[in-house]
C-alpha cells in the first residue's frame, strides 16, 4: 500500500521571511546549479532580515511553499513580468522554484506550477514565463509536463559567459 503524505500550499508573507529563508539557503545549497544566485551571496553581510523581508515585498507577487507532512519542502514565486515596448505587463514570471530531494517525484512541483499559473490568470496574465539552466533536465521535463514551451527569446548569459538560460513559457487562461 502506497504511503500518503499531507501536501500543504501556503501562501507566505514578509513576516515568513525565516521560512523563506530556512528554504532557499536550503536550495542554493542543494542545487546550486539551478540558479543564478550563489548560496555566498546570501549568506554573511548579505543575510540579513530586512533583504529577506524585501525579497517576499515585491509588489504584486505570490510566494509559496510547500509543506508535506507539515514539513517545508519547496518554493517557487510568482512575480510581474517586465513591462512591454508599450507600458504595459502581460506576462508574469515563475521564479524562485524548488523541490527538496525528499518531495520530488510527489507532485509538489506540479501543485506549486499550478498555484503560479492560477494566480497568474487572475492577475489577467496572457503568458506565465520562467528561465531555467539548459542542464537542467529535471526541471525542464516539469516544465514542458506543464505545458511551457521554447520561446526565442535570449535568457541571461551564464557563468561561462557564452550559455544562456533558456526561456520557456506557456499562455495561461483566466
Known amino acids: 500500500m502506497a504511503e500518503l503524505h499531507e501536501l500543504e500550499i501556503r501562501r507566505l508573507s514578509s513576516d515568513d521571511w525565516q521560512l523563506w529563508r530556512e528554504l532557499r539557503l536550503a536550495a542554493l545549497a542543494e542545487a546550486p546549479y539551478a540558479f543564478g544566485s550563489k548560496l555566498a551571496d546570501w549568506q554573511g553581510p548579505g543575510d540579513i532580515e530586512e533583504r529577506w523581508r524585501s525579497r517576499l515585498e515585491i509588489p504584486g507577487a505570490l510566494d509559496l511553499v510547500a509543506l508535506l ?3 517545508p519542502v519547496a518554493m ?3 512575480v510581474p513580468g517586465d513591462e512591454d515596448a508599450a507600458g504595459g505587463v502581460d506576462a508574469a514570471e515563475l ?7 525528499q518531495a520530488r517525484g510527489r507532485g509538489v512541483g506540479d501543485r506549486l506550477i499550478g498555484e503560479i499559473t492560477r494566480w497568474a490568470g487572475e492577475q489577467g ?7 531555467v539552466m539548459p542542464d537542467n533536465d529535471a526541471a525542464i521535463a516539469l516544465y514542458r509536463r506543464q505545458g511551457f514551451a521554447d520561446t526565442d527569446e535570449l535568457g541571461d548569459l551564464l557563468d561561462d559567459g557564452v550559455g544562456r538560460e533558456l526561456v520557456l513559457a506557456k499562455p495561461v487562461q483566466a
Open 69 to 71: 507532512d507539515g514539513r
Open 76 to 78: 517557487a514565486s510568482g
Open 95 to 101: 521564479i524562485s522554484m524548488w523541490v527538496g530531494p
Open 125 to 131: 496574465y496572457a503568458t506565465l514565463k520562467l528561465a
